[in-house]
T-cell receptor
């Protein structure tokens, strides 16, 4: 079974400051890792994903994440945030054995202040 | 290409009633997953269907059920509604095999009074 822990429920940050949203996971099998974003009154959309290869993954809107297998982490970063980045961010895992069951964390609400 | 369509977007029910939610996946996608989203709980996995077969199921009571039709459209049903069933129900479609992203609809927001 897999589980995902997002270590911060809310992250307030000033515009143009860097931000890191933390995600740890546990799994008895190898997994694929994802970050999704949800804007108010919308469904989720994919920011980036790690399937294999380079542990540093770049996504849309200037976000990137680094897979750390030894620490079972997949933290999301952005060097300079904008007001429009205010949203809820979800870390997710799915087994790479074809389980077709994606498990999500509880979410981190990023609030960017002017 | 049309996205994932969920209907209805909003609905209000009373305790004890039942509800049916509908999801039309992206054309060509054969997998549909359902999630329940509540504040502070994130997305809880309900079930996943592929080619009309349930491949995975989450830890929800039997009051929650679903099905998928031959055109990949899916429905989920909740019977004997409880106040705690109030949530945003999200449907996500996936091509069906291998690794890949889920494409989400905007959800059906259910309020149980």
């Amino acid at each position: 079974a897999q589980s995902v822990t997002q270590l911060d429920s809310q992250v307030p940050v000033f515009e143009e400051a860097p931000v890191e949203l933390r995600c740890n996971y546990s799994s008895s099998v190898s997994v694929y890792l994802f970050w999704y974003v949800q804007y108010p009154n919308q469904g989720l959309q994919l920011l980036l994903k790690y399937l294999s290869g380079s542990t540093l993954v770049k996504g849309i809107n200037g976000f990137e994440a680094e897979f750390n297998k030894s620490q079972t982490s997949f933290h999301l970063r952005k060097p300079s945030v904008h007001i429009s980045d205010t949203a809820e961010y979800f870390c997710a895992v799915s087994p790479n054995t074809g389980g077709f069951k994606t498990i999500f964390g509880a979410g981190t609400r990023l609030f960017v202040k002017a | 290409k049309a996205g994932v369509t969920q209907t209805p977007r909003y609905l209000i029910k009373t305790r004890g009633q039942q509800v049916t939610l509908s999801c039309s996946p992206i054309s060509g996608h054969r997998s549909v997953s359902w999630y329940q989203q509540t504040p502070g709980q994130g997305l809880q996995f309900l079930f996943e269907y592929f080619s009309e077969t349930q491949r995975n199921k989450g830890n929800f009571p039997g009051r929650f059920s679903g099905r998928q039709f031959s055109n990949s459209r899916s429905e989920m049903n909740v019977s004997t509604l409880e106040l705690g069933d109030s949530a945003l129900y999200l449907c996500a479609s996936f091509q069906g095999q291998g690794a890949g992203e889920l494409f989400f609809g905007e959800g059906s927001r259910l309020t149980v009074l």
